[in-house]
């Protein structure tokens, strides 16, 4: 039985959303996007995995937090 609770994040306009995973094409470091919007986003900012492959990468360096990619 898997008692994980599903991941829920609020937005900028304190919105709940359910969340998905899914992975930075540039740096493959994981963000998360909203259910009802993947257009709403979740990206790591400062939080790089072991096998990032560019720090650099805009979703560390201007990391959009529960607002929609523009």
Do not use: Q
Not at 33 to 38: C, L, R, S, V
């Amino acid at each position: 039985m898997n008692d994980a609770m599903p991941v829920r994040r609020r937005d900028d306009e304190s919105e709940w959303h359910d969340l998905l995973p899914g992975r930075c094409e540039n740096c493959g470091c994981e963000y998360y996007f909203a259910t009802d919007d993947p257009a709403m986003v979740w990206e790591p900012g400062v939080a790089w995995e072991e096998t990032c492959r560019d720090r650099a990468c805009r979703c560390h360096t201007e990391a959009l937090i529960g607002v929609r990619r523009g």
